[in-house]
């Protein structure tokens, strides 16, 4: 009877350390479509992307987008921020009718 219960424990515990393996594998499948979904996605963009560079037009905006080049008759405008532009002061009110706002608005 004693060899019965103690196959029964060995029995047991088999199937826990099994339902925990099994929790798991289903975390690690959830993780694995996960970026198969993100490698699907990837895999879209990079098609269209060499579809693109496959004319002329796509080959000529990788190059623009990657070296600052221009074509002739073209010009670059470079805009740039004036560091000597003063900043105008913003002018306080001031005197007895601000003290009369003041109290006015505290009482609200």
């Avoid at 099994?18 to 990837?42: C, D, Y």
């Avoid at 098609?47 to 600052?68: M, N, Q, V």
Wanted: no cysteine; glycine share 6%.
């Amino acid at each position: 009877m004693a060899i019965l219960f103690i196959l029964l424990l060995i029995f047991a515990w088999s199937v826990i350390v099994f339902m925990g393996k099994m929790s798991i594998t289903r975390e690690n499948k959830k993780i694995a479509e996960s970026q198969v979904t993100e490698l699907e996605e990837q895999k879209l963009k990079l098609t269209a992307e060499i579809a693109k560079l496959g004319t002329s037009s796509g080959i000529e905006e990788s190059i623009r987008e990657k070296f600052p080049v221009v074509k002739e008759g073209e010009g670059v405008i470079i805009i740039v921020e004036d560091e000597n532009q003063s900043e105008v002061p913003e002018k306080k009110s001031g005197g007895f009718f601000s003290f009369l706002f003041f109290w006015k608005n505290w009482f609200k």
